[in-house]
């Protein structure tokens, strides 16, 4: 049985979407990243030095964390289902490329507008706003014109990359940030929401209460 340790609507959430898609048997276990004194969070600070969600156990022990590494994990348990591609191909290098884009880029540019409410001054608030704004733009702008003329990030299947977008992008809500000069991003987090499958695990995690969330899940960065 393979245990993931998640914190809801956080990252870890796109490997509550891959394992439901993958339909493999799997234990989703919900830690509040924010109650530092939480036995879960002790637990998973044990597992994980870095403290982060997703972190999956598997029954010999292993340890598995980063999005890069436990999403095709999970894919590659069930290849029929093509949600990351083969092993040993170009269609796959391409596929690792797009996600590391996710993991590395998307992500943490996201996140950092959320910085922006670090600070009480509403000038310096609107000063950092500005600047993380436009340090996430390029990558918003990229995966706007991927996404020209294909339903999802590798084409035309959906793939474990686009669950991982679609939690990633979502946090533009709690961020206050506008995707509205993003139209292929805006049809593509409708598409990808709209799938049962995601619609199920948002059911299963139950609602966010993302300007809390936001603004209280403690960071690494030190
Ligand atoms: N590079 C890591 C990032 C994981 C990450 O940032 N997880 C967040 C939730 S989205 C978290 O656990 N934040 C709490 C913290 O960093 O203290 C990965 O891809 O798994």
């Known amino acids: 049985?393979?245990?993931?340790?998640?914190?809801?609507?956080?990252?870890?959430?796109?490997?509550?979407?891959?394992?439901?898609?993958?339909?493999?048997?799997?234990?989703?276990?919900?830690?509040?990243?924010?109650?530092?004194?939480?036995?879960?969070?002790?637990?998973?600070?044990?597992?994980?030095p870095m403290a982060q969600t997703p972190t999956i156990v598997l029954d010999d022990g292993t340890v598995l964390t980063q999005n890069a590494a436990t999403l095709p994990f999970i894919a590659d348990l069930v290849p029929e289902k093509k949600l990351f591609p083969k092993r040993g191909t170009m269609e796959r290098v391409l596929a690792e490329g797009w996600l590391s884009f996710v993991a590395s880029d998307l992500h943490p540019r996201m996140v950092e507008v959320s910085w922006v409410w670090a600070v009480e001054d509403e000038q310096m608030q609107g000063q950092l706003r500005k600047?993380?704004?436009?340090?996430?733009?390029?990558?918003?702008?990229?995966?706007?014109?991927?996404?020209?003329?294909?339903?999802?990030?590798?084409?035309?299947?959906?793939?474990?990359?686009?669950?991982?977008?679609?939690?990633?992008?979502?946090?533009?809500?709690?961020?206050?940030?506008?995707?509205?000069?993003?139209?292929?991003?805006?049809?593509?987090?409708?598409?990808?929401?709209?799938?049962?499958?995601?619609?199920?695990?948002?059911?299963?995690?139950g609602d966010l209460d993302w300007v809390a969330d936001i603004k209280r899940i403690p960071r690494n960065e030190a």
């Open 131 to 205: 600047f993380y704004e436009g340090r996430v733009a390029r990558p918003l702008q990229a995966l706007n014109d991927r996404l020209e003329g294909q339903d999802f990030i590798l084409g035309d299947r959906y793939s474990v990359i686009d669950g991982y977008a679609l939690i990633a992008l979502g946090w533009s809500v709690p961020c206050a940030l506008s995707l509205d000069a993003y139209p292929n991003i805006l049809a593509f987090m409708a598409r990808v929401e709209a799938r049962p499958v995601i619609r199920h695990v948002r059911q299963l995690e």
């Open 1 to 48: 049985m393979i245990t993931l340790y998640y914190h809801r609507g956080a990252c870890s959430t796109a490997n509550h979407f891959a394992l439901e898609e993958a339909g493999v048997e799997y234990d989703a276990i919900e830690v509040d990243l924010r109650s530092v004194e939480d036995p879960l969070t002790i637990k998973l600070r044990a597992l994980n």
